[in-house]
């Protein structure tokens, strides 16, 4: 997903625009450290209820696209017999080492098809990383072609329209083993006309006395939230809007949970 890099200048020095997504190719060894998997324990609880509660028991046959490093399904694959798409090797071979009784595949949600069906669909904040109404509409149909009617998707990203507040900065730092990381986040709505918002990180990594210092761009979608039904709604599914209060600035959050209508399906 990452496009291109550049400079623009200032006084006369040319200073490096941050590369795209770092995270998820030369950076990606950071990332357990940015994000932990212990902390996914309160998020998967709400995704944990929607399965059960809209599936039943079982060990119901689940596919998340966009898996990431697994963090969120590794909270998940005692309760599903899980299949994982991400379209980053990197990001695989984390989720990979972390869930190794999960079957993992290299793809894109925009156009993944694995010719076969599940009960469940999971998209967690990857999908934050479509851009278009064209590119969600596209997931959803990617979604619809595995799921027999009566499955259900499972969705959310970063920010919906009404959830973003503005300018946002975090930061945190972690320790592990001999290294010290050191995160500062900075999101913003550079344009308010149009879809999307940029997230700069700025990562600072102590270790072995030696200080380095990495800068990484990401560039994500935003839409209304009514947005989001329509074009679900289009592509076959029965939306439910549910609250999703895991933010750490205590923010406002919704998990949707589409079930796919009995004409759909393929």
């Known amino acids: 997903m990452g496009r291109s890099a550049g400079a623009w200048s200032q006084g006369g020095d040319i200073i490096p625009v941050a590369m795209e997504n770092r995270l998820y190719k030369d950076l990606a060894h950071l990332w357990p450290l940015l994000d ?3 902390e996914y324990t309160e998020e998967a609880s709400f995704w944990r209820q929607a399965l059960r509660g809209k599936l039943g028991a ?3 046959k689940v596919l998340e696209l966009g898996v990431g490093g697994g963090h969120l399904l590794s909270h998940l694959t005692g309760d599903v017999q899980a299949t994982a798409v991400d379209i980053s090797p990197q990001m695989l071979a984390h989720s990979k080492a972390l869930n190794p009784d999960v079957e993992h595949h290299l793809g894109d949600m925009r156009s993944v098809r694995l010719g076969r069906k599940f009960q469940a ?11 278009t109404e064209e590119d969600l509409s596209a997931t959803f149909a990617t979604a619809r072609a595995h799921l027999n009617p009566g499955g259900i ?3 959310v990203p970063d920010w919906f329209l009404e959830t973003f507040s503005g ?5 945190r730092t972690r320790i592990k083993d001999d290294m010290e990381f050191t995160y500062i986040q900075y999101s913003t709505d550079v344009d308010p006309a149009d879809s999307t918002v940029e997230t700069v990180f700025v990562y600072f990594i102590k270790k072995d006395d030696q200080l380095e210092v990495e800068v990484d761009r990401h560039v994500t979608g935003i839409f209304p939230l009514a947005t989001w039904q329509d074009l679900l709604a289009k592509a076959g599914f029965e939306v439910e809007t549910r609250p999703y209060p895991v933010y750490d600035d205590g923010g406002e959050g919704y998990l949707l949970v589409a079930t796919l209508r009995g004409d759909q399906g393929v």
């Open 153 to 155: 998707l499972v969705t």
């Open 36 to 38: 932990p998997p212990e």
């Open 167 to 171: 300018t946002t900065v975090e930061y």
């Open 121 to 131: 669909v999971l998209i967690h904040d990857a999908i934050s990383y479509l851009l």
């Open 58 to 60: 079982g060990r119901h």
